[in-house]
């Protein structure tokens, strides 16, 4: 059992580093999946509740358990689930203003649940809260398994079943007034070997009193000739942690004598959903720096 419990925490871990994914559905071969829709719970301040719709995309039926965490960034700078002494101070978990409502589903292959957040906003102070939903498939046991294990948590010890992985959705409750701006700090392309430039990170600093979510796009400007050179779909700037970095993969290698004094790059952080306005988070321009490929 513990060893099941670790993998689903490092699997958590895994994703959120990978694809800073407010959602993840990841199929395991013999064990359960699920997809959900949306990719996220958002709350806004006028509204009582916010719903994602579960599905069970395995061939078995399954129960879904539902949990809540705290997820951010450590000091390294890792998107991650986070310890009780690692959460920033000025952090506000949703954990005790939502409930959900079922906390737990039994469900056919194929067959779909809506799930609601439910936000109490007695006593909250304006601000945003977030923490994440997990929502770990468990294979429904059969009575032979169960006599054969005794009773004993069979959902996790049956060795056909595997390890059983689900999904990662954020929580983010607003109340009252919010607010966020985003500010390009720095651009820095990395080189391989080759010395072709393969890379761009991006250092972008995050001020007001809540999240931010959108699609990023990249473009090099040299001259008058603007062109793409790399996307992100799906980032979230958290609050309430100032700055991030994060490294964007070029759609194709670049070589370092095109990037001269003249050249600039372009950044433009698109809102996912348009909120008070607010189509683009940011949308910059800026002069790049070349960090030197590493030497072994």
């Not at 304006?126 to 059969?142: C, D």
């Amino acid at each position: 059992m513990k060893v099941c419990h670790y993998l689903t925490t490092l699997f958590i871990s895994v994703i959120l580093y990978a694809t800073n994914t407010q959602t993840l559905a990841q199929e395991v071969p013999g064990t359960s999946a699920a997809r959900i829709n949306p990719t996220r719970i958002v709350v806004p301040a006028n509204q009582k509740s916010g719903s994602i719709t579960l599905t069970n995309t395995a061939n078995v039926e399954a129960s879904y358990r539902m949990t809540m965490i705290e997820v951010g960034l450590d000091g390294d700078g890792t998107l991650r689930r986070l310890s009780d002494d690692e959460v920033h101070p000025d952090h506000r978990s949703a954990i005790p203003v939502v409930r959900f409502s079922p906390k737990q589903v039994r469900l056919k292959p194929g067959e779909s649940q809506v799930i609601r957040a439910i936000v109490r906003r007695s006593g909250m102070e304006s601000g945003e809260y977030r923490s994440h939903l997990t929502l770990q498939a468990l294979p429904v046991v059969n009575t032979i398994q169960l006599a054969q294990h005794n009773g004993e948590a069979p959902v996790w010890e049956d060795p056909s079943a595997g390890f059983n992985i689900g999904v990662v959705v954020p929580v983010i409750i607003r109340h009252q007034d919010t607010q966020a701006s985003v500010k390009l700090e720095k651009a820095t392309f990395t080189e391989n070997d080759n010395n072709m430039l393969n890379r761009v990170k991006l250092s972008l600093g995050l001020t007001g009193n809540r999240s931010t979510y959108g699609d990023i796009t990249v473009s090099l400007i040299s001259g008058r000739k603007e062109s793409v050179i790399g996307k992100l779909n799906g980032f979230a700037l958290y609050y309430p942690y100032s700055t991030q970095n994060i490294t964007i993969p070029l759609s194709e290698t670049i070589a370092k004598s095109a990037i001269d004094s003249n050249s600039s790059i372009r950044v433009q952080f698109r809102s996912r959903v348009v909120d008070a306005g607010q189509e683009f988070w940011l949308d910059e321009k800026i002069t790049p720096v070349i960090q030197q490929a590493e030497v072994n």
